[in-house]
C-alpha cells in the first residue's frame, strides 16, 4: 500500500460521456502527476501540480481537464473522449516537490473508451 | 535525460538470483540511477536509487561500476510473486519528469 488511492478502478464510457477520476494520497506530499500508459507504451507524463498549482501540461488534449482543490486531492475531468485514449491513468505524489525523482503511484484507473 | 537500455525480457526460477543490467553511456556527472518496479494493473513502485558502487535495501541490491555507464539491478531468491515489468531510469534526483521505458519483463516460474 503506498498511500496513494485512485478510484475507480475501472471505468468504461462513450465518447460523449464525462467522467472524472479521482485520486487521494495523505502523505502529507506536495507534488502530484498524472500519466498516462497505453498498451505497449511507456508511461507519459500528462499533469503535474506543486503545491496545487499545475505547473505542467504535456500537450495533453483539453478533452482531459485536471483539477486539484488541495495538496491531498487530484482529479482529472474526462469529456468527449475518444477510443485511443483507453488507457490505465496513473496518479502519483512526490515528498520532495518538483525536486524528486521518487514518487509513489496510485493502482491506476482503467479507462476504456466505446 | 540519459537513454538507457535494458533487455526487453528475462527468464528466471524461484529462488534463483536475477540480475538486470541496464546501459547509460550518456550518464551525466549529477545523474542518479533509479529503478521502479510494476506489477500488471498497478503503478510502478520505487525498489532503489544509487549513484555508485553498490547500494542495498530489503528488495534488491543495485551495482554500479567506476565508469557508471552501466548497472546492474541484483534480485536475491525471486519467488513467483517478483514477476513483474522493471524499469531503469536515469536522471538528476531533483528530476521529477521520469523517462519511463519500455522495462524489462521478469518472468519467474515455479
Known amino acids: 500500500e503506498t498511500g496513494v488511492t485512485q478510484t475507480p478502478r475501472h471505468l468504461v464510457m462513450g465518447m460523449t460521456n464525462k467522467k472524472s477520476l479521482k485520486c487521494e494520497q495523505h502523505l502529507g506530499h506536495n507534488a502530484m502527476y498524472w500519466y498516462k500508459q497505453s498498451a505497449k507504451k511507456p508511461l507519459e507524463l500528462m499533469f503535474v501540480y506543486n503545491f496545487k498549482e499545475q505547473t505542467e501540461n504535456n500537450s495533453v488534449p483539453s478533452r482531459f481537464s485536471p483539477e486539484c482543490p488541495n495538496s491531498s486531492h487530484l482529479f482529472l475531468h474526462l469529456h468527449t473522449l475518444q477510443p485511443e485514449d483507453s488507457a490505465l491513468y496513473l496518479c502519483?505524489?512526490?515528498?520532495?516537490?518538483?525536486?524528486?525523482?521518487?514518487?509513489?503511484f496510485g493502482p491506476g484507473t482503467r479507462l476504456t473508451v466505446l | 535525460l540519459a537513454k538507457t537500455t535494458q533487455p526487453i525480457s528475462m527468464d528466471s526460477y524461484e529462488g534463483q538470483e536475477v540480475n538486470i543490467t541496464c546501459s547509460h553511456n550518456?550518464?551525466?556527472?549529477?545523474?542518479?540511477i533509479t529503478w521502479y518496479q510494476q506489477f500488471p494493473s498497478q503503478g510502478p513502485r520505487f525498489i532503489i536509487q544509487?549513484?555508485?558502487t553498490k547500494v542495498t535495501n530489503e528488495v534488491a541490491s543495485l551495482f554500479i561500476p567506476a565508469d557508471r555507464k552501466s548497472s546492474t539491478l541484483s534480485l536475491p531468491r525471486v519467488s513467483l510473486s517478483d514477476t513483474a515489468v522493471y524499469y531503469c531510469l536515469v536522471g538528476e534526483s531533483s528530476d521529477y519528469k521520469l523517462s519511463f521505458g519500455a522495462g524489462t519483463t521478469v518472468t519467474v516460474r515455479a
Open positions: 544509487g549513484y555508485k
Open positions: 550518456n550518464i551525466a556527472t549529477n545523474d542518479y
Open positions: 502519483a505524489s512526490s515528498p520532495r516537490g518538483l525536486k524528486d525523482n521518487e514518487q509513489f
